[in-house]
């Protein structure tokens, strides 16, 4: 499945933003499917996830409490709700998929990577 993220931009500290990715090619329902990020100068990081139903997700616990995952199988898009951002949470967010929701949290897994969409958490 091919996955390409957008929604991001510019915010102040506080502000909230929601990020889409929106899926193509093979069937979307298939795959669980996960955010990472990646800020300057340091290691792409495991965000979220959400399994291929949508009945379990996982957060990274910087984000628990703050950000939101969910996605629409119907409409082939998964969200990112991202609430009272920090400047920490800059960062280039991509989305990926898996077969399983585990792959997604397993820091050894060799996954797939489309373009990523910017976001920009201004203090």
């Known amino acids: 499945v091919q996955l390409q993220a957008s929604g991001g931009g510019s915010v102040q500290t506080g502000d909230s933003l929601r990020l889409s990715c929106v899926a193509s090619g093979r069937t979307f329902s298939n795959y669980a499917i996960g955010w990472f990020r990646q800020a300057p100068g340091k290691e792409r990081e495991f965000v979220a996830a959400?399994?291929?139903?949508?009945?379990?997700?996982s957060y990274a616990g910087s984000v628990r409490g703050r950000f939101t995952i969910s996605r629409d199988n119907a409409q082939n898009t998964m969200y990112l709700q991202m609430n009272m951002l920090k400047p920490e949470d800059t960062a280039v967010y991509y989305c990926t998929g898996s077969g399983w929701i585990g792959t997604l949290e397993d820091p050894s897994a060799k996954l797939n990577w489309g373009k990523g969409t910017l976001v920009t958490v201004s203090s």
């Open positions: 959400i399994s291929r139903g949508g009945l379990t997700t």
